[in-house]
């Protein structure tokens, strides 16, 4: 069985996009998961040791990125159904 960073190489390039795509989306997930728990937070102390990162707008980067990437690939991965 090969590995999957063959497996990965392999694919098309609009399969990779598509990959690459909604890997992007989860990460995003995670970002605002993230900013949700930041928000829920009452404690400003507390936030301030821990430090602060952007959640919203890796939230946002990620997302467009990932979405552009998917809406490239979609005529393709479509047209291959």
Known sequence: MSDPL???A???EAGQL???GAGLWVLA????VMD???GKRR???RLEQVGWV???????LLAIIGGGLL???LPAVIGSL
């Open 71 to 73: 809406a490239l690939s």
């Open 10 to 12: 392999l694919l098309s």
């Open 18 to 20: 598509a990959v690459v």
């Open 54 to 60: 952007p959640w919203l707008t890796l939230f946002m």
């Open 6 to 8: 063959s497996q990965f």
């Open 43 to 45: 404690d400003v102390a």
């Open 36 to 38: 949700y728990r930041r």
């Open 29 to 32: 997930g995670v970002c605002g």
